[in-house]
């Protein structure tokens, strides 16, 4: 699920809809959705949402993938372990983050 056009073309085949019923639920046209899909077009950020919504995902989950969010997150605690580490003079695993998110 590389291209934003790969994971709407993956998420909707995961929920076992056609083209033509995924056009239906977010009042597009099949041709849109085969544009996107295909990598011919992208759709801009309402149709996103509208899509995600169709697809029961997040825009964020749709644009950039699950997979993607993830690994960026670890790559982000990583970096800081590894950072922490230096300035202490001391292995990056011997650092234990707790990490606090407040919505």
Not at 3 to 27: C, D, H, S, V
Not at 39 to 68: C, F, H, Q
């Amino acid at each position: 699920m590389a291209t934003i056009g790969g994971r709407i073309r993956e998420l909707r085949l995961a929920r076992g809809l056609t083209q033509e019923q995924l056009a239906e639920k977010t009042n597009k046209y099949t041709t849109q959705i085969n544009s996107w899909e295909t990598g011919r077009g992208a759709p801009n950020r309402t149709s996103l949402r509208i899509l995600a919504d169709a697809l029961n995902v997040t825009a964020d989950e749709l644009a950039a993938g699950a997979e993607a969010k993830s690994a960026s997150i670890a790559e982000i605690i990583g970096k800081a372990r590894t950072e922490i580490g230096k300035s202490l003079g001391i292995p990056p695993e011997s650092c234990k983050l707790t990490l606090q998110v407040a919505f």
